[in-house]
Every structure is written in C-alpha cells, then in structure tokens.
C-alpha cells in the first residue's frame, strides 16, 4: 500500500510540477510581448527624439 501511496504522490507532484511550468512559459512569452510592444511604441521626447526604452 506504502508504495502505491508513493508513485501516486511523486505522479501529482510531476503534474504540477508539469502544469507550473507551462504557465511560465506563457507567462514569460506575455512578457516578451510587452516588452516589444513598448519597444516598438516608445513615446517622443522634446525636439522629435526617441527616448530611452529601458527604465533604468
């Protein structure tokens, strides 16, 4: 019984280990969307100029 307690727990925990990474991945790519977005549509300064993309 012991054993059989074990696969099922070790087989939930690769599910959500499973299912945590395909939800970063999504969350990452959401991110890189963004982040080329506001690239792309970064506002102009005074004088026509581009500023900076990054904040820091």
């Given at each position: 019984m012991v054993p059989l307690?074990?696969?099922l727990l070790l087989a939930l925990l690769l599910f959500g280990a499973g299912f945590a990474l395909k939800a970063l991945?999504?969350?990452a790519?959401?991110?890189i969307?963004?982040?080329l977005l506001g690239f792309v549509?970064?506002?102009t300064g005074a004088g026509?100029?581009?500023?900076?993309w990054y904040r820091w």
């Open positions: 307690l074990i696969v991945w999504f969350v790519a959401v991110v969307v963004l982040w549509m970064r506002s026509g100029r581009r500023g900076r």
